[in-house]
């Protein structure tokens, strides 16, 4: 099974706090073996309150929280992309979506410091046009 951006953010997360799934299923409360298959992509859909309890013994900040849960509902987005961001915690959350969001044709694809750039100037360049519209 393919990992996803859920899983490698939790792995992240967890491996940032220094925890084996184990403890983290002993301070979440969910089971060891359901945090195992969400990290390797087995499983892909946690209800609501499976990411509260993980993400409140992960310690998580809001950004990164705000990740995670984003990730449970778009399976398709880019572990690449992924683990840059949360590798750049400068990184708002709302490039992240928007980078994580967005088509390309054929093969080609950017790379996430690529991808952040562009969206990065996108929304200087509509923050600008808000300020000429003043």
């Known amino acids: 099974m393919a990992q996803t ?15 084996s799934q184990r403890e983290l299923s002993e301070l979440s409360g969910v089971d060891n073996a359901y945090i195992n298959r969400l990290e390797s992509g087995e499983k892909t859909n946690p209800t609501p309150e ?3 309890k993980l993400l409140r013994a ?3 900040a809001e950004r990164d929280a705000t990740m995670v849960k984003w990730l449970a509902d778009h399976v398709e ?3 690449d992309l992924v683990k840059y961001v949360l590798d750049h915690p400068h990184i ?5 979506i928007s980078a994580a969001g967005m088509r390309f044709r054929g093969d080609a694809r950017p790379t996430p410091e690529k991808l952040i750039e562009r969206v990065k100037r996108l929304y200087e360049a509509e923050d600008d046009d808000d300020d000429d519209e003043e």
Do not use: I, N
């Open 5 to 19: 951006g859920l899983g490698v953010a939790l792995r992240a997360l967890r491996e940032r706090r220094t925890l």
């Open 50 to 52: 499976v990411l509260t």
């Open 58 to 60: 992960l310690k998580a």
């Open 77 to 79: 987005a880019s572990t």
């Open 92 to 96: 708002p959350v709302d490039y992240f």
